[in-house]
């Protein structure tokens, strides 16, 4: 999920492209060891979707310029419904040791909270 990421640049897109920055060396390596195609990205970026919504995206194919560390993940525009008929969605922890991370059930058209930081 592209959203606030530590090691990534916020994402920019265009037409079927999705294009981001790794931050270090650490993030290279892991970005490199996801699989080449047929999984989603799920954005927040002014560039990708509404203030309001999440852009969601089925990855068809990615490449790297090692020189500059950008990732550009050719995809497809999505929706929920299509990519998952159930899905768990976890928000984790950070280093601040923010206590039970938010995770969402999302089953079609009905959502259920688990668990919720405290207010």
């Known amino acids: 999920m592209f959203e606030n990421p530590v090691y990534l640049s916020e994402a920019t897109c265009s037409e079927n492209t999705i294009t981001t920055m790794v931050a270090d060396k650490f993030a290279y ?16 970026s ?5 203030k309001t919504q999440r852009g969601v995206y089925l ?5 790297v310029d090692s020189s500059s ?4 993940f050719n995809v497809t525009v999505a929706d929920w419904a299509s990519v998952s008929e159930n899905m ?5 922890t950070t280093f601040l040791n923010i206590p039970k991370p938010v995770t969402r059930s999302i089953h079609r058209h009905k959502l259920e909270v688990t668990s ?3 207010s």
Do not use: E, K, R
Request: net charge negative.
């Open 116 to 118: 919720a930081l405290p």
């Open 59 to 63: 990855v068809n194919n990615h490449t």
């Open 69 to 72: 560390s950008v990732f550009t």
């Open 88 to 92: 768990t969605i976890s928000y984790g």
């Open 29 to 44: 390596l892991l970005v490199t060891n996801w699989p080449q195609s047929g999984f989603i990205i799920i954005t927040n």
């Open 46 to 50: 002014d560039s990708c979707n509404t």
